[in-house]
């Protein structure tokens, strides 16, 4: 019997000696959308017993992909095999009875249930009915098992992100999967809670589960997968032994060429106030503190990043900036103009904002919701940000096509037309470089972004790193929201922390760690994490 990670695990399943050495081959697979090729010919097996990184731009073709295995998409062309025997998968049902779960990266749970509840939820037979001791059990052999932490007994909506994760990795696992898909699985997690869901990752692949890791974070691809599978353009560029593969080498791959990987941090002497934040606090609907007495300034020639585990009050604290939360009596926030003018923008809606002089330019989290509007094509969603203002009745088309072209040229977004395609038939990518370019292009003094970079590959993630950097030495306040802690320590000259809408400390970038920060986002203020 073997240890790993100091959990025992069945030698027989570490080498199974029935079926194929493979979990799934995919053979010449082929996805059209109309003219669109999404993936052209692609032949890819996942091994028993491994973790496979897959890799590539947005727009290459990953999630079409993984969607086929998830019975999402159906392919015109090739065929699948799971342990060596081809199979029709045309539903997520079919996908789950070959044993194969897809972890998204938006969870799938319904917040009132408990962990249990959503576990057996749409099971037929004994194991979907609710015999709590009988899926306690279950579950308790599970954790056991892989080194899970679990409560079956927890409302979701009292989880914390990497809880919920949790229960949707052991609902597949209940289900019986062999083979787990992982959509982004530490977008949203803090350092400690991504070398906790590895050991578990790591202990499944010794169990001899096959595993999917889709991420951008090249770090953790080194980190956690044995090969890395590397698809370009809709087309499978090759699979390296993850021992023999560098940072930069796959991201030659997945581009094509040379990328330098630098992140530039020039330091811009003219620091001036621009934002100045003193006793902010909201609540939401149900009276709960979202914000919490939290003060700070942003500076005109610096970025200012925004650190926290999700749901820590980053929303609250960019909205409340641009005018879309209401705030409790005692908070100000001031904004102070490049001609030393102090505005307080207190009870001023965005329009007001806009209105009274203020250049703030904000790329929301939410990109169709708040952002853009998914019907409309990337002319008029460029137009969104300036059709108020002005006198004439009438819109101008030159300039927003002018900038609309020079967005999709500067950014490589992928579009069949800038004048008739809806954007939301463009990858999720290509939409928020559409939001990003748009706001960037305002020419604003306060440039906020939450995620900005969320769901771009890495050439075009370091191509906003770049552009936040310039605006910086143009004198512009960026605050940054952001999830890659590795990102935010290269990236901003200040890193403030939140942990449960309170500020954990404000610290210099260039003199802290990623280990200090992430206990900072859990529990920790900043003197007690050192």
Do not use: W
Not at 318 to 332: D, F, R, V
């Amino acid at each position: 019997m073997e240890t790993v990670d100091n959990i025992k695990i069945p030698d027989a399943a570490n080498n199974p000696e029935t079926g194929s050495e493979y979990a799934i081959e995919l053979r010449h697979i082929t996805k059209r959308f109309g003219s669109v090729v999404a993936n052209n010919d692609i032949t890819l097996s996942l091994r028993k017993g491994e973790i496979l990184s897959l890799l590539g731009e947005n727009g290459s073709g990953k999630t079409t992909l993984m969607n086929m295995l998830g019975g999402i998409y159906y392919p015109d062309e090739g065929e699948i095999l799971v342990d060596g025997k081809p199979v029709s998968i045309r539903s997520p049902k079919d996908s789950f009875h070959q044993g194969i779960g897809m972890i998204h990266q938006h969870f799938k749970l319904v917040d009132v249930f408990t962990a249990a509840e959503n576990i057996v939820l749409g099971l037929e037979g004994d194991k979907g009915k609710l015999d709590r001791a009988s899926i306690r059990k279950a579950v308790a052999e599970i954790a056991d098992r892989y080194g899970f932490e679990i409560d079956p007994d927890q409302k979701v909506y009292e989880m914390s992100v990497s809880q919920k994760q949790t229960v949707e990795i052991v609902k597949v696992l209940y289900r019986g999967a062999d083979v787990l898909i992982l959509d982004e699985p530490t977008a949203v997690l803090t350092p400690q809670e991504t070398d906790k869901l590895f050991s578990v990752m790591r202990n499944m692949r010794a169990d001899g589960k096959a595993i999917i890791i889709i991420t951008h974070k090249l770090h953790e691809v080194l980190a956690v997968s044995d090969r890395v599978a590397v698809l370009r353009k809709g087309r499978y560029i090759g699979c390296v032994d993850t021992a023999e593969a560098t940072q930069q080498s796959l991201t030659d791959m997945m581009v094509g060429r040379s990328v330098s990987l630098n992140i530039d941090r020039p330091k811009n002497p003219d620091l001036k106030d621009r934002i100045r934040i003193e006793h902010l606090t909201v609540k939401d609907k149900e009276g709960v503190k979202k914000l919490d007495d939290v003060t700070f300034t942003a500076m005109g020639g610096e970025i200012l990043g925004i650190a926290g585990v999700a749901g820590s009050g980053q929303k609250e604290l960019l909205e409340s900036i641009a005018g879309l939360q209401k705030m409790e009596p005692g908070t100000e926030i001031h904004y102070i103009a490049p001609d030393g003018t102090d505005k307080l923008l207190n009870g001023m809606d965005p329009l007001d904002i806009i209105n009274s002089g203020v250049l703030l330019s904000f790329v929301p989290e939410d990109r169709f919701g708040m952002g853009l509007v998914g019907s409309m094509n990337i002319i008029d969603n460029i137009k969104l940000r300036t059709y108020r203002i002005g006198k004439s009745p009438f819109t101008d088309r030159k300039v927003p096509t002018s900038l609309a072209e020079k967005i999709v040229s500067d950014l490589e977004v992928v579009t069949p037309d800038i004048n008739r395609t809806p954007l939301r038939r463009l990858s999720g990518g290509n939409v928020q470089k559409v939001l990003v370019g748009r706001e960037i292009a305002s020419n604003p003094t306060v440039l906020m972004t939450a995620y900005a970079v969320r769901g771009l590959d890495i050439n075009t993630s370091y191509t906003i790193y770049n552009l936040l950097t310039e605006q910086k030495m143009k004198g512009v306040a960026v605050i940054y929201v952001g999830e890659d802690l590795d990102v935010l320590l290269e990236l901003c000259d200040r890193i403030l922390v939140l942990c449960g809408g309170q500020v954990s400390g404000i610290v210099d970038a260039s003199a802290t760690t990623k280990e200090e920060i992430g206990l900072m986002m859990t529990q920790f203020r900043r003197e007690d994490a050192q």
